[in-house]
């Protein structure tokens, strides 16, 4: 499947943060090199910024196959 920029994607990844959680793609590198060239961006932050550390994240990278189009 393709995907493009701001596509709502699912994560399929199972030790993901965001398993199962929709996000919005918000690049792709198109280098064959790139392990995980999918950028993805969430309205929520990780464990982090529960955790005292400053922050947190809301984004995360993922492989072509451990994403799919979200259904909304």
Not at 45 to 69: H, L, R
């Amino acid at each position: 499947m393709s995907f493009a920029r701001k596509d709502k994607v699912r994560i399929l990844r199972p030790e993901s943060y965001w398993f199962n959680q929709i996000g919005e793609i918000v690049s792709i590198d198109k280098s064959p090199a790139m392990r995980y060239p999918v950028t993805v961006k969430f309205e929520k932050c990780d464990f982090k910024a529960f955790s005292g550390v400053d922050g947190g994240a809301n984004t995360s990278q993922f492989s072509m196959k451990e994403i799919e189009a979200a259904a909304i």
